[in-house]
């Protein structure tokens, strides 16, 4: 297959691209804008694949995209480029509509345009599968509830909502068009090249260097983690074998309190850094209280049974497995954390 992918230099998008050139024999291109979010320095060990290629152009750019997908003849294009950061969406909301909203539908347009022109025995394979998040449902109250691919979409952020808007055009798309979608909509992802102003990488940086740990409200909210690599091998199975025009959930099975998850990152720090920022006693000791995000979702859960039940993904890291592997990538990757910090991973690709 060739196999489009945007959003391919940001966090879940380079595990993608690493994964299928490491994994597959398939054809890459990886079309992204590079916001800060891009970092091509994720993609340094593929960078030289005879099978990889990269276009840096915006999704609403409908020039640039028709011509990217008229030249590299996609097989499936799988759709990540998106505004990702709930806190920013709440500083600046206009750059998600514009990237999410107006993005998603300047690239169905396109590839609808494109679709349209390929033999029918190419049109009945095309994929174009959308990459989405569990936020678009909103939050749960009851301790046993999940969230299933029928539960009504009740987004909280201006990105939650957002990314449902993009999620109702490429079912749209669908409807209309016939144009063969997928939709996965996946739980809060954690794992090497993750951006620091996440929480995982925020308190594992913050922690070696004796800051505070800046935890929302009580800490008391629940999020299901799933390792990133555990994510790339879901989102290849379901463009791969996916039934067109479904929605599968994506999820870990690894229901946790943010305060859970900082106190986890404390302890496996105690032992894999034991060697302190000096007045640091115990890592634990930098947790700090911070006034909540306004509109903070209480809990995320989600009911992944269809794509296990149809496809048979399951994933394979727990949570302790996996933020044990995600915290020791951080020791072991200060130089590309310290090249996003001081802002070098964006002077570099622009030549300065
Ligand atoms: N991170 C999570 O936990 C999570 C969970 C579920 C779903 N998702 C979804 O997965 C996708 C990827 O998330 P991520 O965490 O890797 O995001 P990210 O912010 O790390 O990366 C986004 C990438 O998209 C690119 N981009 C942004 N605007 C663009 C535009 N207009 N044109 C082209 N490229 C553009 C950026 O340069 C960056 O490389 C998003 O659609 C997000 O909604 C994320």
């Known amino acids: ?187 809060n992802n954690y794992g090497p090249y993750h951006f620091p102003e996440k929480l995982i990488p925020l308190m594992i940086l913050n922690a070696l260097e004796g800051k505070p740990l800046p935890v929302y409200g009580n800490g008391q909210q629940i999020r299901d983690w799933l390792y990133v690599e555990d994510h790339a091998r879901a989102l290849f199975k379901v463009v791969s074998e996916g039934q067109v025009g479904e929605t599968y959930n994506i999820g870990g099975h690894n229901e946790q309190k943010n305060l859970h998850v900082v106190e986890t990152i404390c302890s496996l720090l105690e032992e894999l850094a034991p060697q302190k920022p000096s007045g640091v006693a115990f890592y634990r000791d930098l947790i700090t209280y911070v006034k909540d995000r306004p509109g903070h979702d209480l809990r995320y859960a989600i009911d992944a049974s269809k794509i296990e039940r149809e496809l048979g993904w399951v994933p394979e890291e727990t949570f302790e497995s996996g933020l044990r592997k995600t915290v020791q990538w951080y020791l072991n990757n200060l130089d590309w954390c310290r090249h996003v910090q001081d802002g070098s991973y964006q002077r570099e690709r622009l030549g300065a």
């Open 1 to 187: 297959m060739r196999i489009l992918i945007t959003g391919g230099a940001g966090f879940i998008g380079s595990a993608l691209v690493r994964y299928l050139l490491s994994e597959t024999t398939h054809e890459i291109l990886n079309l992204d804008k590079l916001t800060y979010a891009g970092n091509l320095e994720s993609l340094a060990s593929i960078a030289d694949s005879p099978r990889y290629q990269f276009v840096q152009a915006d999704i609403a750019d409908a020039a640039t995209v028709n011509r990217t997908l008229s030249d590299f003849q996609p097989d499936a294009i799988m759709h990540l480029a998106a505004e990702s950061h709930v806190d920013r969406s709440i500083d600046g909301p206009a750059a998600f509509i514009q990237t999410n909203i107006v993005g998603t539908y300047a690239l169905l347009e396109a590839t609808r345009t494109y679709w349209s022109g390929l033999n029918s025995s190419r049109q009945s394979s095309f994929r174009f599968h959308h990459i989405s998040t569990d936020e678009v449902y909103g939050d749960l109250h009851g301790v046993n509830d999940l969230f299933t691919e029928t539960t009504p979409y009740a987004p909280s952020s201006p990105y939650s909502a957002s990314k449902a808007a993009s999620d109702h055009l490429v079912r749209a798309w669908h409807r209309t068009y016939g144009l063969p979608v997928l939709i996965t909509n996946c739980s």
